[in-house]
């Protein structure tokens, strides 16, 4: 079945550094891929999406590239500031007419920005 | 353009009872997913619906039910209330006839069964 698997946290770096969080997946056809942001005791915001393969998402800095031949979507920033500190999502969607409306979601990882 | 809503935002309950958790879809959307999400974790679907219908389901037993209105909110109900079904519970809604499924998710209704 389908599958998201992303890094461990949690992820602590200083502000001004390179972020990469991996997220592979496991699926059958063609899926939309997704990361969602998820700030401390609110809801889950939508970040960026690709739909296709060597689609580039890309939202407030953030970017990931939908790597089919590594079944990848690694979430990628330049420079990260104390405010992108929150859980993050990696998530996939089977694209339809098939009959999988679901989100399929990984286990998250919670990053920590300090000053 | 008003997104998605949830009420109530927290409820406390007690093992045995039940409970009603109600969401209002994006303007424009057709279908509400619901998710159940554990401290810690990442969510879990539980169901969808589109045209007041279950469309799909995940792995959660018949004590989860739902409903969807000809104006597309839903509810989502819990019978016998377990601790363990104590958690945050998400809805998200979507545009059925996207050619991906892009959902917009509500705050959530965080759950503790006592």
């Known amino acids: 079945g389908n599958s998201v698997t992303q890094m461990e946290g949690p992820v602590t770096l200083s502000e001004e550094a390179f972020l990469t969080i991996n997220c592979t997946y496991t699926?059958?056809?063609?899926?939309?891929l997704f990361w969602y942001v998820q700030y401390p005791g609110e809801g889950l915001q939508l970040l960026l999406k690709?739909?296709?393969a060597d689609d580039k998402g890309s939202n407030k800095g953030f970017e990931a590239t939908y790597r089919k031949e590594t079944t990848s979507f690694h979430l990628e920033k330049g420079s990260v500031q104390v405010s992108d500190s929150a859980v993050y999502f990696c998530?996939?969607?089977?694209?339809?007419?098939?009959?999988?409306?679901?989100?399929?979601w990984g286990a998250g990882t919670k990053l920590i920005i300090k000053p | 353009d008003a997104g998605v809503t949830q009420s109530p935002t927290h409820l406390i309950k007690t093992r045995g009872q039940q409970v009603t958790l109600r969401c209002s879809p994006k303007?424009?959307?057709?279908?509400v997913s619901w998710y159940q999400q554990a401290l810690g974790q990442g969510p879990q679907f539980i169901f969808q619906?589109?045209?007041?219908?279950?469309?799909q389901r995940g792995n959660f037993p018949d004590r989860f039910s739902g409903h969807q209105f000809p104006n597309y909110s839903s509810e989502l109900n819990v019978n016998a209330l377990l601790l363990g079904d104590s958690a945050l519970y998400l809805c998200?809604?979507?545009?059925?006839?996207?050619?991906?499924?892009?959902?917009?998710f509500g705050p959530g209704t965080r759950l503790t069964v006592l």
């Open positions: 998200a809604s979507s545009l059925l006839g996207r050619g991906y499924n892009e959902q917009f």
């Open positions: 303007s424009g959307h057709d279908t």
């Open positions: 998530a996939l969607s089977g694209a339809r007419p098939r009959s999988n409306y679901q989100l399929i």
């Open positions: 699926a059958t056809g063609y899926p939309s």
């Open positions: 690709a739909t296709k």
């Open positions: 619906y589109y045209e007041e219908e279950e469309r």
